[in-house]
Each structure stands twice: as C-alpha cells, then as structure tokens.
C-alpha cells in the first residue's frame, strides 16, 4: 500500500486555532480542539507541516471568517461509511447563511427515519466548517449536538453566516 503524503497547517480562527491536515487528495481533517490536535499528532508521528498541501484551505478558511467566501471549493479526502459520506454530502448542499433540523438532513438523503444516525454522522465528520454541520440544529431550534457540547462555536460560525440564533 501507498502511503500519501500527510501535511498539516495551523490557523489562528475568530474561534481558535484551527489545525488543517490534507494529504495528496484533499483536506482530510480539521482539529478545532487542542486536545484533539495532540491526539491526531499522537497517532501520526511523521506529520509535518506542508503549507502546499494546506495552503489553500487556510486560505478558503480566512476568506470565510472574513465574509467574502460563502462556498468552499476544495477537493476533500473523506474517510467514512457510504451512509455518512451521503449525509456530508447532503450537508455541503445546506446553502450558507442557512439551517436545516437533524430531521430534513435525514429527509434529504431519502430516509426520514434516519435522525438519530444523521445525528452520529455530524458527530463524526472530521471535516468541519467546509462540511458545514454547524448548519443542523434541532428540530426546535435549538443548538445541540456540536463537538459534544461546544455550541458557542457553532452559534458562532453561525453568526459568520448572519444565521441569528
């Protein structure tokens, strides 16, 4: 097997540091959480950072916190089931600035009955901000389910997007 080359990029965020990692794909993950970046630098011991193979999420990145950038165009390197690729997927058509309950996800992909797997699909992408989870709320309105119960930086990317919740 092929190893690809594995490279990562810091980037200092309206809610933090953020830590792109892409490998010759695309994007492949986005750390959000100190702890999170330790762990990945733990189980990748060879990462080093590539700003070629970063350089241009970082900068997709911060046109995005600046208000210019409502779409990503990025190649992605999306690791997952064929259920949860379908549900980022169905995430990535949410248009910017709007929301959608964990319930019309569901409804979108062709399986109303799915909510509760759409829920542990958001909870697992690994490429948040350009796979915009952040964008599905309950059905109620209410902010839940962010990186556990991180929801001021999803309030906050929300805000981003004029979303006022």
């Known amino acids: 097997m092929i190893e690809l080359r594995l490279g990562y990029a810091a980037y200092e965020s309206p809610i933090g540091k953020l830590y792109v990692i892409a490998d010759e794909k695309g994007v492949k993950r986005i750390e959000m959480f100190e702890e999170d970046w330790q762990n990945y630098q733990k189980e990748n011991p060879t990462l080093k950072e590539d700003l070629e193979l970063c350089g241009e999420a970082v900068k997709q990145l911060d046109e995005y916190f600046q208000g210019y950038r409502q779409q990503f165009e990025l190649t992605l390197s999306v ?37 509760r797997a759409v829920g542990q699909a958001n909870r697992t992408n690994q490429i948040p901000i350009i796979i915009p989870c952040h964008r599905v709320i309950g059905k109620n309105g209410s902010l839940v389910g962010y990186a556990g119960s991180n929801t001021p930086i999803k309030r906050k990317l929300l805000e981003v997007e004029g979303v006022k919740m």
């Open 79 to 115: 690791e997952g089931t064929d259920f949860r690729k379908k549900v980022w997927e169905a995430l990535q058509s949410i248009p910017f600035g709007e929301i959608r309950s964990y319930a019309d996800v569901a409804e979108m992909i062709g399986n109303p009955k799915a909510v």
